[in-house]
């Protein structure tokens, strides 16, 4: 007996109405990349999309990649040191 019930899985086509992105990260060497929703179909589940269109990393070649959405909030971000600070619209000085 499941411990949580099921939910629906998060699709190209939802990530796409929410303005967001998608993230693919390599478990092996921790690349990642932000890709484009160019030649995915809207119906198809994101943390599948590795596998089923046999992506491998570009760095290090390795197959252990994974994917999940990334979705734009309405702030800016900026990268400091590796790590993202979000900001404000008022900028400071």
Not at 23 to 30: A, G, T
Not at 67 to 82: A, C, D, I, T
Request: with cysteine; net charge positive.
């Amino acid at each position: 007996m499941p411990r949580y019930p099921a939910q629906n899985p998060v699709t190209v086509g939802f990530v796409k109405s929410a303005d967001g992105s998608i993230i693919v990260d390599c478990l092996n060497c921790s690349y990642h990349e932000i890709i484009s929703f160019e030649g995915l179909q809207d119906h198809e589940i994101i943390i599948d999309l590795p596998k089923s269109r046999n992506w491998c990393c570009p760095r290090c070649g390795s197959i252990k990649v994974d994917s999940r959405p990334k979705y734009n909030f309405g702030f800016e971000e900026q990268k400091l040191m590796g790590l993202t600070e979000k900001n404000s619209s008022s900028k400071r000085q």
